[in-house]
């Protein structure tokens, strides 16, 4: 007699718990109602989310993987391919273009020696350009993570920022 083996699952029962928790929010017909969340909560263990990820999330929540992998690279809060464990993303789009937005990204370019779209190579931060976060007023904003956004953001405020994630390391 042989024991049937589990495949192993590449998330944690603390993010299906945490995915179980965005599924109750919905009706048992709308699961895929989710998947936003689903992938921000993989992304959130993992750091990205891969292939094997999107198809893990979306045989939990009963979707096809390409509905799930159309998700994940429609929205550019999501990270397909490895990133740093900050990823900082800077508005540029015109309002805050005219509010310095553009020179900050130039700044974080030259500090981290990177480009939009790369990774440091220490793994510590991957710089995006972003769209617009509703923030205009703040200009120039920027969000670390999807989380922490960060407002009227000059040179003395980058570099302070940068400091306080390399020490949080």
Known sequence: MSAVTQPQRLLSDDAYARIDREL???PAEHRQSAVMAALAIAQDETGWVSKEIIEEVAAYLGMPPIAVHEVATFYNMYNTRPAG???IAVCTCLPCA???GTKAAEHLKEKLGIGFGE???DGLFTLKESECLGSCGDAPV???NNKRMCSFM???KLDALLAELRDAK
């Open 154 to 156: 000059d040179n003395q």
């Open 24 to 26: 109750a929010k919905y």
């Open 119 to 121: 990774t440091t190579a």
């Open 85 to 87: 464990k900050y990823s």
């Open 98 to 100: 005219l509010r310095d």
């Open 142 to 144: 920027l969000l670390v």
